[in-house]
């Protein structure tokens, strides 16, 4: 199954590129041809033009989750208090400038090079849905405001009703520095300027172990690659090919459906912008709308995989279409008849912390790693990709010199607790939600058990 963005990216689109077979040699290999690999392709040739690049992917590029996700292209302003507990103030407010910073570099690579991903910079508005969300941002904001670095201003109720085109939203926050994109038409479009500027790509070349005779050799099921640097970018499925991240990330789908062109209703319900909406729970509610006239609308925290292992489920249409569906009519009567097109889901690979973690494998010069996104990939993906290319190139700077480069910040507890915890939490976080949605108190377990959650940065942000 290919999901919808995807689908639409290939049309007219032309082969495949090569599987490898054989043995080849290069300065870098790249294992991943999503996001983060193919960013980091992309910097390090625009660092070095003549360095030889070797970029694999197991299936296609954008198969994974670059292909398949929201396209909600967030910044870091909402995870500014984690980022100052974490790494300090220097370093979180350096971290959100460069997260505000990477929307208008996607932007600008894009028009440089001619990619019509649908990008729209119309900004995001972080809405309550029930009372308990209200005021959800206050802490964040008022941290930001203090120090002269927010982007949000808070809307009266009848402007969040404009922009968010429903009643169901009783508060937001809007903020300019985001944008909208269709995902998979940015990813294919990095791989093609990745094939102009000189990378060498084999896709349907899966990856099977990495060994060193002395320096890195990735094989693969038909070849293999002798590399002065190896970088792995294969974000979800990390857990299941490293034992040593198995207990780093925990996978939980986010499940999407999109609908037929309805441009007339969109308009008349007020949806006539890039604008992503998100509201306050756990597991949010996300939605956009695209530039042909459809509604994409997603939530996080449905289906969790047992030891890290990518579930079959994630390239299957969505279990929860009926549930997203039901949602969709919630939100907008007037979208209640308008038709399905498709609906998909994917793994999100949840960190401890909420953020993305980079570092040296097993302590080596030359293989390095960066997963972990929790959901929010488009835009922080770039910022990956500075990141493991200066580390390739044995850079000096800012990047490098990162405690986020330090590796995780946290581990999950092992199986089956962890398995059987996630499921624990993910149903008592369900029922607490559906009081607050009616208006009732939640049971006191059941607000237990969600903040366990909360506190490891578990909310699903597209």
């Not at 193919?38 to 992917?57: C, G, M, S």
């Not at 969109?266 to 996300?286: A, H, K, N, Q």
């Not at 509604?295 to 995989?305: D, H, I, P, V």
Request: hydrophobic share 40%.
């Amino acid at each position: 199954m290919r999901p919808f963005w995807l689908e639409q990216a290939l049309r007219g689109e032309a082969a495949d590129a090569p599987a490898l077979q054989g043995t080849v040699n290069a300065d870098v290999c790249i294992v991943g041809g999503g996001f983060t690999g193919l960013w980091t392709a992309l910097q390090l040739k625009r660092a070095n033009p003549h360095l030889d690049v070797v970029l694999i992917e197991a299936d296609i590029c954008g198969a994974g989750a670059s292909g398949r996700n929201g396209g909600c292209m967030l910044t870091w302003e909402t995870r500014f208090l984690t980022l100052l507990r974490l790494f300090g103030e220097s370093e979180a407010r350096r971290l959100v400038e460069a997260s505000r910073q990477a929307v208008g570099k996607i932007a600008d690579f894009c028009r440089e090079h001619r990619i019509d991903a649908q990008m729209r910079v119309d900004g995001t508005l972080y809405t309550a849905t029930s009372a308990a969300q209200m005021g959800s941002l206050e802490a964040v904001v008022a941290a930001l405001e203090e120090r002269g670095m927010s982007s949000f201003s808070g809307l009266d109720v009848d402007e969040v009703h404009r922009r968010a085109g429903s009643k169901r939203h009783l508060a937001g926050d809007f903020s300019p520095a985001a944008a909208t994109v269709q995902p998979a038409l940015l990813v294919r479009g990095l791989r093609r300027v990745a094939l102009e500027m000189g990378v060498r790509l084999y896709e349907k070349t899966p990856f099977e172990a990495l060994s060193y005779a002395p320096g890195p050799l990735v094989r693969t099921t038909c070849g293999a690659i002798r590399a002065k640097r190896v970088v792995l970018a294969i974000n979800a499925w990390m857990a299941q090919t490293f034992k040593q991240f198995e207990r780093s990330i925990a996978l939980v789908s986010s499940d999407m459906i999109i609908t037929e062109r309805a441009p007339d209703l969109l308009e008349r319900v007020g949806l006539t912008d890039g604008l992503s909406v998100l509201d306050s729970r756990t597991f949010v509610y996300y939605y956009r709308t695209t530039p042909d006239g459809r509604l994409m609308l997603g939530k996080g925290g449905n289906t969790f995989a047992y030891g890290g292992r990518v579930l079959p489920v994630f390239d299957q249409p969505s279990p929860y279409r009926a549930a997203l569906t039901d949602d969709l009519g919630r939100f907008f009567p007037a979208l209640a008849a308008v038709p399905i097109t498709a609906s998909w889901n994917g793994p999100s690979d949840r960190s401890a912390t909420g953020l993305p973690f980079f570092g040296r494998l097993d302590g080596r010069h030359d293989v390095f790693y960066g997963f972990g996104y929790s959901g929010n990939g488009v835009g922080p993906s770039y910022m990956g990709g500075e990141i493991l290319s200066s580390l390739v190139l044995g850079l000096d700077n800012a990047w490098t010199r990162s405690p986020i480069v330090r590796g995780p910040r946290g581990v999950f507890p092992p199986e089956p607790i962890r398995y059987l915890g996630s499921l624990v939490v993910r149903d008592a976080i369900r029922r607490k939600e559906r009081a607050e949605d009616a208006g009732a108190t939640p049971w006191f377990f059941d607000r237990a058990l969600s903040r366990l959650a909360q506190a490891a940065g578990k909310a699903d942000k597209a």
